[in-house]
Every structure is written in C-alpha cells, then in structure tokens.
C-alpha cells in the first residue's frame, strides 16, 4: 500500500512529524508526505482553511503518477476534503474525520481538543456534517496556536495536560488530538490522564489499512 500524507500548511517538519507517527501504525507500509507550499505556515480557522485549498488541490495530479493508493488530508480541520474527493483517483480521508470514526467505534462520547477559538467553528461544522454531532461533547480550545503546540516546550505540554485534566470533569470518555501537531505527542498526553486519547494521524492510517483490505479498487 502507498499512503500519502499531504499536509494543507506549508510547515514541511509538520509533515515529517505526521509521517513518523503514520509509520509507527503501519511500519511496512509506503508512506508518503507531501507539504503544500502554497499554504499559510499553519491553518488556523476558515480563512487560513480557503488559502490552502487551490495549492492541496494542484498536488492531485502528481499523486495520481505517483500511484497513491489512498490520500490522507493531514488537517484536523480536514481542509479541502470535499474537493479533493471529488477529484482524486482514490479514496481520500482526513485525519478529523479519521479521528472521529474511531472515538465512535470505541463506543465512546467523545470530546476535541484543539488550538485557538478561531478553530473552533471549523471543526464544530465538520462534525454535524460528517455526523458526529450528538456524539461530542464538545470542542474546546486549549489557547495555543498551531505551531507552538507543534513545538511541545514544557510549558506548552503542561498547558495541554492540564486542559486534559480539566476535560476529565465532563462525559466524554475519549477526547480526540484536534491538530496534526499533537501527534508527535501522543505517549506523553496519554500517560497522564485516565480519558482514552485519539490522534486522528493514526487513526486515518490505520483507516486507510481497512479501506484497502475491504474495499479494494478495481484495477
């Protein structure tokens, strides 16, 4: 299987994190990532989310050359999924809604934690539209922007825990990573709090497994 990572932001140590965490799912497996260098640094809300598009959407025809067998959107905010859908060769998931799809199927209600309020919208729409909506709790911003939860200095991390600790008070038991950023920090995030925690980059990974061993393409 070639999976490919295209990451909307044009931060290209993003993308080698989000590549990194995807083989640490499927170890064997081709796993490509591509950065848009067209996109705004990080996406943070609609306005950053519509930027990225047209430059997501020019990578499409190379990765039909390159023979992806599936295309992951590396966005929480799963930018550009629709339009990329609808015109990409294969199956294409994004990470929010990889992310989702696992905190359902672990029979959980499930929480988000995410960067900025800006985001929050964002992601609130994709979830009534991709049909989570009475499964979530809620969105909540932990204040930090995208790449300084990337980064993951002491500070930013014991920030994110103590957002977490707070989020244990609620009914979600799973609460879903709501930035390619947390992936790298994932083990750590996990080990100090009880509430069951998705990374949406593993999640798609493991997804795009499932799409190729039930649904393969006709050749």
Request: glycine residues 10%; aromatic residues 2%; contains cysteine.
């Amino acid at each position: 299987m070639r999976l490919l990572f295209i990451n909307p932001n044009s931060s290209a140590h993003m993308t080698e994190s989000i590549v990194m965490a995807a083989r640490e799912v499927l170890p064997g497996a081709e796993i490509l990532g591509w950065t848009n260098a067209e996109g705004p640094p990080a996406i943070q809300g609609a306005a950053d989310g519509d930027a990225a598009v047209p430059g997501l959407l020019a990578l499409l025809p190379a990765a039909r050359a390159e023979g992806a067998d599936v295309i992951v959107i590396a966005c929480f905010d799963d930018t550009g999924l629709a339009e990329a859908r609808a015109r990409a060769h294969c199956p294409v998931i994004g990470i929010g809604q990889a992310g989702y799809h696992v905190a359902a199927l672990l029979g959980a209600r499930f929480a988000v934690l995410t960067t900025l309020p800006v985001s929050v919208p964002v992601i609130e729409g994709n979830i009534r539209a991709q049909g989570f909506g009475a499964a979530c709790e809620v969105v909540r911003p932990s204040g930090l922007a995208v790449l300084e939860v990337e980064d993951g200095s002491p500070e930013t991390m014991a920030h994110l825990a103590a957002e977490l600790t707070a989020m244990e008070a609620g009914e979600a038991t799973a609460v879903v990573l709501g930035c390619a950023g947390m992936s790298a920090h994932l083990a750590t995030l996990q080990a100090g709090t009880r509430l069951t925690l998705v990374d949406g980059v593993r999640a798609a990974a493991g997804l795009a497994t499932a799409l190729m061993l039930t649904a393969p393409r006709a050749a």
